[in-house]
């Protein structure tokens, strides 16, 4: 019964998780964004605060999915954009490995 119960909710997940792929995709590309921006030094705050907003929700989201790696890279994304000016580096290492992480196959 248990097992039924369990295979049941990772389908459920499955499902949410495919339905989710479209806005976490264009999160993530406004995270990557903001990552470019940082780069050329155009990052404006309103970009950099709704970049960090984006890191929280997915940090929030991602372990639900089976992405604990995913959680930790979020985070450490909006801990770097807590920064008014964070390191240009920082944001792109961690969007490119957010990216591999959440889409191996996708590039």
């Known amino acids: 019964m248990a097992d039924s119960a369990d295979t049941r909710t990772t ?3 499955a ?3 495919q339905r989710s792929q479209p806005q976490v ?17 155009s990052l ?9 907003a984006i890191a929280h929700k997915l940090s929030g989201s991602l372990g639900m999915f089976g992405f604990p790696k995913g959680t930790t890279f ?11 000016s964070p390191n240009p580096t920082t944001l792109t290492t961690l969007t490119t490995s957010l990216r591999s992480e ?3 196959t996708v590039t």
Request: proline residues 7%.
């Open 44 to 52: 404006e705050e309103p970009q950099r605060a709704e970049a960090e």
């Open 15 to 17: 499902q949410v998780w």
């Open 74 to 84: 979020a985070r450490a994304l909006e801990a770097e954009l807590k920064s008014p």
């Open 25 to 41: 995709l264009s999160r993530l590309a406004r995270l990557e964004s903001a990552a470019a921006a940082a780069r050329t030094g």
């Open 11 to 13: 389908q459920l997940i």
């Open 102 to 104: 959440l889409f191996p």
